[in-house]
């Protein structure tokens, strides 16, 4: 069901000729009951996706803000298990949505590749992002996913030469993840127009979906990104969003940024 939900997703956006809108936040952070009421209320704010991150001691891509709320949520006692059975919970949820676990390699490494992607099938993950996996490694987690309908979603980058572009196209499925700039995580006022350049390179190895972020923050770069890309994504925008929050307004404020970078009213 995995990969047919992530297309489905993107047939659907595309019907409707808009962008899709992807959303990261971390799990565990502020806690655990508050991504379990997040994730149904930001889809019901206009998320058509939704990134569970996972967080690690050493999260060399992020900047800052999803640097303090993986450090906030790993003190919670937040581990890769929980995540999972965090996607277990929600599954239910959202039974429609693409629910795609985010992080990096290590934990994957620790738990184990066959019971790692057993388990990821079992709590109805439909695919994983390893930030720090390159193409030509990913050659034993892309066969444990193959087998078990899990989509890996590479991480490409403006620096990302042709060859490594089509590696990673080689063995992606769901969709390719585009990074609009050279840097970490993290708002910006404008789009890259490097991220532009790099949809032109990959879109010449694959006719996957294509989807950018790193720096979008706001619905006119989500209009902008679905020019030329199939969906953005935010992560740092709406954890400060969450880190500015107290909790009992942390669901609200959340759900009506989400629902602004989706360009629709709650109220309605």
């Known amino acids: ?12 956006v595309r019907e409707q000729k808009r962008p899709g809108l ?10 655990m009951d508050a991504t379990l009421e997040l994730v149904p209320a930001l889809v019901a704010a206009g998320a058509d996706a939704v990134e569970i991150g996972v967080p690690f001691s050493d999260p060399l891509a992020e900047g800052p803000v999803i640097q303090e709320s993986s450090f906030l949520s790993l003190q919670n006692g937040t581990s890769l298990e929980a995540c999972l059975n965090v996607t277990a919970a929600l599954r239910d949820k959202v039974p429609n ?13 620790t738990y184990g590749l066959v019971p790692f992607t057993e388990k990821c099938s079992q709590v109805g993950v439909d ?23 899990i989509s890996v979603i590479p991480l490409l980058a ?22 609009s700039v050279t840097g970490v995580t993290g708002a910006r006022d404008q789009v890259s127009s490097r991220s532009f350049d790099l949809l032109d390179r990959v879109k010449a190895n694959t006719s996957l979906p294509l989807a950018v972020g790193f720096g979008i923050s706001n619905r006119s770069h989500v209009e902008e990104v679905g020019k030329t890309a199939d969906a953005a994504v935010v992560g740092s925008a709406l954890i400060r969003v969450m880190l500015e929050s107290p909790r009992e307004k942390l669901v609200e404020r959340a759900s009506q940024f989400v629902a602004g970078l989706a360009g629709v009213s709650l109220s309605a």
């Open 1 to 12: 069901m995995g990969e047919a939900r992530i297309r489905q997703m993107f047939d659907t």
């Open 22 to 31: 992807i959303v990261f936040l971390t799990a565990g952070f502020p806690d």
């Open 97 to 109: 949505t693409p629910l795609i676990l985010m992080g990096y390699y290590n934990p994957i490494h």
């Open 127 to 149: 695919g994983l992002i390893v930030v720090d996996l390159p193409g030509f490694e990913a050659a034993p987690l892309i066969s444990e996913c193959q087998s078990r309908d």
């Open 158 to 179: 403006p620096t990302s030469t042709d060859e490594s572009i089509k590696d990673a196209c080689a063995g992606a499925s769901g969709f390719i993840y585009c990074i």
